[in-house]
């Protein structure tokens, strides 16, 4: 991890901080903001000056506009970066070359300020964005907010000026410009918190404590603080302590805890305990459990029985002491590099007539279009080998989509993530083009139902446009961990078997193995397909001594961890947050039930949450007799600040972290799974599910359709309801036959969280 510590390197002008584990390891700090450039090494900045045609312009318009667009970056020059490693080997000594790397960013922002406007920060989630202030110099400022943070850490900016705004600049051009870029990046790093260094001779303390206080004298009261404190002053102890962090950074709590252990050190060095001879012992084993110095001090203002004596020490027993204590600390930084759009222009060497085109109301410019298409993706972590791009611009033909004449074809991947193309502009058509992609997945990514994901034709209008891989799939990663004090006495393995069903295409991953005291995890990650559902079944099977095998039933979880406890002292304990505005909340009751009927167990609580306690943690326990048997039942009743009272009535889960509150006391989530043999065996393709959800007296109603294609849980469906009490909905569900036919059955009515469906055709 990144070491917030001397020594600092500054190499080639580039700052540099070492690892604190691996020494071959060094992170550089970003360059200042500059230019970025496009695959042909040209700066990527373009200031466009539109003059309209003086007989067609209205005299309320203005008859002239700048436009300016560019692209920053905080990348060093590679032969720059070649030449910091060389030196760090050279200066350090190191026995191969060290590894650079950019600090590891957290996160960040960036500002671009222009004349009298400056882009604003994104709003934070859930946050209405701020409205900016009117401008007469800068009508339109935008930024991409948030810099990549990974590579270059490129960012995007654009303005529209106006006539006077344009002015100005082109007036500048030569000297200093009135704009620049500011970046806010985060970062993370170890910081020393405090270091103390004690240094003592045992013998000159020995002896100062010796001709201060006699072998046979008892003392019943004796402050250790002053006693170091004339040591110190006779500099026969020297304490030399550093609180290096900034506030709470400097954990000064844990500092003086640290300091007031070597002090009583000193007093279990030099002092035994004894018996008062003042005092009666009015119990006569009191003195044999009373072993240190520390149980002195702390027995001392509550036994007057108690006292203690200076030890009577040999030489071979007096020695020196150094101690050096030093605490580390994971902190954030914050930089913020910045330029002025001068200092770009300076780079390299741009001329007005680099970076400025005029066009005017008849230029024959605006008979071409420039279109860029740009890759927001990460390569390297989703394992994107490339991606294929069809772009389309024109009329649209009569044909089907798919025979749409492609206008370009071109290839993104990680060295080329943008690229940059032109046609002649087309008025009837104007910015509209249409375009389809592929994602290519390398043979070592995460594994997937396909190798390739596309996109399909889409419309986009506009001549920037920004692939997002992502929407077309997502990643899911579970770990299976081994909790803390396992009984690895009694079950020295156990078999962990994992398994992911995408229920409408059928696709399945699996993956199992043996964990043991040495090898006490498994990570589950895989690809599905977006919208799927990310459930992820699993069963636990523990081998025991001497054959035997505990087997679990299969499990179903949604979250990232799942946790190996001792099948033998298995519990259903759920966590109760209360979430929303909490001011708003004056009572809220939480009611459970768990009903085994199979094993007899009955189990009821409550949860009473008001203001005194709603920011406590609350949590409701069951044993199980049946460890897969984590299904229960809750219920709500919530008075708020008005007044106002809202129940729910019994809802089902299994979670074990449970959000309530006003807002998920409207929450309806029904859970579908599809049990039975496979669909083909009784001569079933496939089988939709139709939900339906109708509130008549608040006027709200809402409909969900999903496919099965094999057995498997389906998506969840979530509803935002107007009323917490109604909870029916109704569902049909139509069984699709391989001979064409359907079977239809239903309307039910149900208020089931969990709906069991049956993959059997009725009949049958």
């Known amino acids: 991890m990144l070491y917030l510590h001397p020594p600092y390197y500054l190499y080639e002008g580039v700052p540099v901080m070492a690892d604190y584990h691996d020494p071959r390891q060094f992170y550089y700090l970003p360059n200042r903001p500059k230019l970025a450039v496009d695959e042909n090494g040209r700066p990527?900045?373009?200031?466009?000056?539109?003059?309209?045609?003086?007989?067609?312009?209205?005299?309320?318009?203005?008859?002239?506009?700048?436009?300016?667009?560019?692209?920053?970056?905080?990348?060093?020059?590679?032969?720059?970066?070649?030449k910091v490693a060389q030196k760090i080997q050279d200066d350090l000594s190191l026995d191969q070359p060290p590894r650079l790397a950019p600090l590891p960013y957290r996160s960040g922002s960036v500002r671009l300020m222009f004349l009298d406007k400056v882009t604003q920060p994104p709003p934070a989630e859930g946050e209405e964005p701020a409205a900016e202030p009117a401008s007469k110099w800068v009508p339109m400022l935008e930024s991409s907010g948030v810099p990549s943070l990974y590579g270059e850490n490129r960012a995007i900016f654009s303005a529209m000026l106006s006539k006077k705004a344009a002015a100005l600049m082109?007036?500048?051009?030569?000297?200093?410009?009135?704009?620049?870029?500011?970046?806010?990046?985060?970062?993370?790093?170890?910081?020393?918190?405090?270091?103390?260094?004690?240094?003592?001779?045992w013998e000159q303390v020995y002896h100062h404590i010796s001709e201060k206080y006699a072998v046979d004298l008892v003392f019943v009261?004796?402050?250790?603080?002053?006693?170091?404190?004339?040591?110190?002053?006779k500099q026969l102890i020297t304490f030399t302590a550093s609180l290096e962090g900034v506030d709470e950074e400097g954990m000064e709590a844990e500092f003086k805890a640290v300091r007031k252990e070597l002090e009583e050190f000193v007093l279990e060095k030099f002092f035994k305990p004894v018996t008062n001879p003042n005092q009666l012992d009015t119990d006569g084993g009191a003195m044999e459990g009373l072993q240190t110095a520390r149980q002195i001090v702390?027995?001392?203002?509550?036994?007057?029985s108690a006292g203690y004596s200076r030890l009577e020490l040999n030489m071979t027993q007096v020695r020196s002491l150094a101690v050096d204590y030093t605490m580390l600390k994971a902190v954030s930084r914050h930089i913020a590099p910045q330029a002025h759009l001068s200092l770009f222009f300076e780079d390299y060497n741009l001329t007005r007539d680099d970076v400025v085109t005029v066009v005017d109301g008849k230029d024959a410019m605006w008979e071409e279009l420039g279109f860029d298409i740009s890759a927001n993706a990460d390569f390297a972590t989703d394992g994107i080998h490339a991606i294929s791009t069809d772009v389309y611009y024109g009329l649209l033909p009569e044909a089907e989509p798919e025979t749409f004449p492609v206008s370009w074809s071109f290839l993104l991947d990680a060295a080329q993530t943008r690229v940059h193309k032109a046609a002649w502009y087309n008025p009837e058509v104007g910015n509209n083009v249409r375009y389809r992609y592929t994602v290519h997945f390398r043979p070592e990514a995460l594994p997937g139902p396909e190798t390739a994901v596309s996109s399909g034709w889409r419309e986009h209008n506009g001549r920037l446009l920004i692939l997002s891989p992502r929407e077309l799939y997502q990643t899911r990663q579970v770990e299976a961990q081994l909790v803390r004090g396992f009984p690895f006495d009694r079950y020295p393995q156990v078999h962990v078997h994992l398994r992911y069903v995408d229920t409408e295409t059928g696709w399945v991953h699996e993956d199992a193995a043996l964990l043991d005291e040495t090898h006490q995890q498994l990570l589950f990650a895989f690809r599905a397909r977006a919208g799927a559902g990310t459930a992820v079944s699993y069963r636990l099977t523990y081998l025991g001594l001497n054959g035997k095998r505990l087997e679990q039933d299969w499990r179903t979880t949604l979250d990232d961890t799942v946790f190996i406890t001792d099948p033998a002292d298995d519990y259903l304990t759920v966590r109760v947050l209360v979430a929303g505005n909490r001011a708003e909340i004056m009572n809220?009751?939480?009611?459970?039930?768990?009903?085994?009927?199979?094993?007899?167990?009955?189990?009821?609580?409550?949860?009473?949450?008001?203001?005194?306690?709603?920011?406590?943690?609350?949590?409701?326990?069951?044993?199980?007799a049946d460890p897969a048997q984590r299904r229960y039942w809750y219920s709500q009743m919530l008075i708020d600040a008005?007044?106002?009272?809202?129940?729910?009535?019994?809802?089902?889960?299994?979670?074990?972290?449970?959000?309530?509150?006003?807002?998920?006391?409207?929450v309806m989530e029904v859970q579908p799974e599809l049990l039975g043999p496979p669909l083909a065996e009784n001569g079933v393709e496939r089988i939709r599910l139709c939900l339906k959800y109708h509130d008549a007296f608040n006027g709200y109603q809402a409909e969900q359709e999903m496919m099965f294609a094999a057995p498997g849980k389906g998506e969840i469906w979530r509803l935002e309801l107007k009323d917490a009490g109604m909870r029916d909905y109704s569902y049909e569900l139509t069984y699709v036959l391989d001979t064409g036919f359907e079977q239809h059955v239903g309307p039910f009515s149900s208020r089931d969280t969990f709906l069991l469906l049956s993959s059997v055709p009725p009949g049958q």
Not at 50 to 66: K, T
Not at 183 to 198: I, K, P, T, W
Not at 227 to 232: A, F, Q, Y
């Open 298 to 304: 702390n027995l001392i203002h509550h036994w007057p």
């Open 170 to 201: 082109l007036g500048a051009f030569e000297g200093f410009i009135p704009a620049g870029v500011v970046y806010d990046l985060e970062y993370v790093g170890l910081q020393r918190a405090f270091n103390v260094h004690v240094e003592a001779d």
């Open 588 to 624: 809220l009751i939480v009611d459970f039930k768990y009903i085994d009927d199979i094993n007899n167990v009955r189990e009821f609580g409550s949860i009473f949450i008001d203001q005194s306690n709603i920011n406590q943690l609350h949590q409701w326990r069951v044993p199980l």
């Open 44 to 82: 990527a900045i373009r200031l466009l000056i539109f003059r309209e045609n003086l007989d067609e312009v209205p005299p309320e318009e203005e008859h002239a506009a700048g436009f300016l667009v560019f692209d920053t970056s905080l990348a060093w020059p590679e032969a720059t970066l070649n």
């Open 221 to 233: 009261s004796i402050n250790t603080a002053e006693i170091i404190d004339e040591l110190e002053e």
């Open 642 to 666: 008005a007044g106002n009272v809202t129940q729910t009535g019994w809802m089902q889960a299994e979670k074990t972290t449970l959000p309530v509150g006003a807002v998920y006391a409207k």
